[in-house]
């Protein structure tokens, strides 16, 4: 059964994809961020905040041609385990799939702590998903250690399958509907779901590899162990996983100062109410022995990170994950 989906007055679909931000009005500062700057490179994608419930938009993302999208899958929610770090809001992805049916042929779903850097993401959207209805960028537990089993499939009792992060997924919305993701999915979180983890451990329970591997470029999961890669890998989208977020303190010395003030430009100007990112043009060193540390496990892993890396004929190449 398909959802009908909310859209912000005045806000009519103009193109057949889109990209949505994930959030709840708790996080809409920190969304607004990469919505923002995606709407500033001028591509002819959609671009929307996604969340459960209707959200008033402020103005500066109104004037930027930015929607709202609320979706909510009522008959699912029961089965859905929720905690004080995740809302409803962590499972945007999969009430998206099945609500823009009809709506959009391809989306692309992101959570609100990311920055968007560079890359079309129109041509993105509109790449080779080799047939798979979702595409997504590996977890980065599997990116030198590829056939490294995760901790939710021990769980399960399965095989290792491939593994993604669901920070950033691409689904193509008649192909979700085809391959039945939302019953699927229904039926999984009520069996196995609680104690096992949330969207991202129930998307990859239902799919066991099936899906198209986009380049990490696309999701690079900022840690203290990519730090000093990233100004070399040049990604798209900066995924900052873990609790090491731009916009609070505890990042500094860890997350450059152009991505801390990022945050910082738009939340003072947009946000004056919600909490401000404190010295974000301020320079922090790190600690001599975490830096010592972080350097020595990228030295170590180098081989294996440039043999991930080098999968990809280019950034809008798609691979499948079990090949």
């Known amino acids: 059964m398909s959802l009908t989906p909310i859209f912000s007055p005045g806000f009519k679909p103009a193109s057949d994809l889109a990209v949505i931000v994930a959030c709840d009005a708790n996080y809409l500062p ?17 671009i929307l905040i996604g969340g459960p419930e209707p959200v008033e938009l402020p103005e500066v993302l109104m004037q930027a041609g930015i929607g709202h999208v609320a979706a909510r899958d009522e008959a699912l929610l029961d089965a859905l385990p929720l905690d004080a770090r995740r809302s409803l809001a962590t499972y945007m992805e999969l009430f998206l799939g099945n609500a823009l049916r009809g709506h959009y042929r391809r989306i692309l779903v992101i959570d609100a702590d990311i920055l968007y850097e560079r890359g079309d993401l129109s041509q993105l959207l509109a790449s080779d998903m080799l047939g798979h209805a979702v595409a997504a960028v590996r977890d980065n537990r599997q990116w030198r250690t590829p056939n490294r089993k995760v901790q939710e499939f021990s769980k399960l009792g399965e095989p290792a399958h491939p593994y993604f992060n669901a920070g950033v997924v691409m689904i193509d919305t008649e192909g979700f509907a085809t391959q039945d993701m939302p019953a699927r999915a229904a039926s999984f979180a009520r069996k196995h779901l609680a104690g096992l983890g949330r969207d991202q451990a129930l998307m990859n329970g239902i799919l066991k590899g099936d899906w198209a591997e986009m380049s990490p470029l696309w999701n690079w999961q900022f840690t203290s162990a990519s730090a000093h890669l990233t100004a070399m890998a040049d990604p798209c989208l900066i995924h900052f996983i873990g609790t090491r977020k731009p916009w609070l303190s505890i990042s500094q010395g860890i997350v450059p100062m152009r991505m801390r003030e990022a945050f910082s430009r738009i939340i003072s100007q947009h946000f004056p109410d919600a909490p401000q990112v404190k010295a974000a043009s301020s320079r922090h060193w790190p600690d001599v022995n975490d830096l010592r540390s972080t350097l020595f496990r990228q030295w170590r892993a180098a081989g294996p990170m440039l043999r991930y890396l080098n999968r990809f004929p280019d950034q809008y190449a798609m691979v499948d994950p079990r090949a």
Do not use: E, N
């Open 30 to 46: 920190y969304a607004s961020v990469p919505a923002l700057a995606m709407a500033a490179a001028g591509y002819p994608h959609d």
